[in-house]
T-cell receptor
Framework: NAGVTQTPKFQVLKTGQSMTLQCAQD?????MSWYRQDPGMGLRLIHY???????DQGEVPNGYNVSRSTTEDFPLRLLSAAPSQTSVYFC???????????FGSGTRLTVV | KQEVTQIPAALSVPEGENLVLNCSFT??????LQWFRQDPGKGLTSLLL?????REQTSGRLNASLDKSSGRSTLYIAASQPGDSATYLC???????????FGKGTKLTVNP
């Protein structure tokens, strides 16, 4: 049981490049979310999903896209990377509204 | 809008001391309250989850309580150890728990 797996662990992008951060969970969780963690700002919700085919915006969605074609996967796409998107990104999942969240180990992204 | 505050931002204690970490939130309509631990450069590890109908949870030397009427949660750590040194985050869920709102954390240092 791997839990929540995020890839890559580290990434450096140039401004304007696009990329996809991968997140997969093997716990059959319906709820999945993406957060970013910045010094002094704490963790902030980017996008979330309550099931396959259903996504919604969180607090800081601009510059990011998501899709949820399967229960297991919830990729986060950066459309045109900007230095302001330099951050640590965490994916999380939860079975339902009664359970707590399990977090992945994070992706450290630097945009130069 | 739900806001979560953790005070103090940093705490240093000698080994063996019992301590309390505080978390306050502005909206009493909080659903679940979850405490996490984060080691430097690592992901979030769930410590305790207090579900909507509960007031308290215990795991080993840790005890978390939730008082919705006063907008507070506390994490009690008994007989602290150097291995407890980490940043502790609390997060409340809104709207049926698909969204977590995080405090900025308390950085705990336990000195041998």
């Amino acid at each position: 049981n791997a839990g929540v797996t995020q890839t890559p662990k580290f990434q450096v992008l140039k401004t304007g490049q696009s990329m996809t951060l991968q997140c997969a969970q093997d716990m059959n969780h319906e709820y999945m979310s993406w957060y970013r963690q910045d010094p002094g700002m704490g963790l902030r919700l980017i996008h979330y999903s309550v099931g396959a085919g259903i996504t919604d915006q969180g607090e800081v969605p601009n510059g990011y896209n998501v899709s949820r074609s399967t229960t297991e996967d919830f990729p986060l796409r950066l459309l045109s990377a900007a230095p302001s998107q330099t951050s640590v990104y965490f994916c999380a999942s939860s079975r339902n509204s009664l359970d707590g969240y399990t977090f992945g180990s994070g992706t450290r992204l630097t945009v130069v | 809008k739900q806001e979560v505050t953790q005070i103090p931002a940093a705490l240093s204690v000698p080994e063996g001391e019992n301590l309390v970490l505080n978390c306050s939130f502005t909206d009493s309509a909080i659903y679940n309250l979850q405490w996490f631990r984060q080691d430097p450069g690592k992901g979030l590890t769930s410590l305790l989850l207090i579900q909507s109908s509960q007031r308290e949870q215990t795991s080993g030397r840790l005890n978390a309580s939730l008082d919705k009427s006063s907008g507070r949660s506390t994490l009690y750590i008994a007989a602290s150890q150097p291995g407890d040194s980490a940043t502790y985050l609390c997060a409340g869920s809104q709207g049926g728990s698909e969204k977590l709102v995080f405090g900025k954390g308390t950085k705990l240092t336990v000195n041998p």
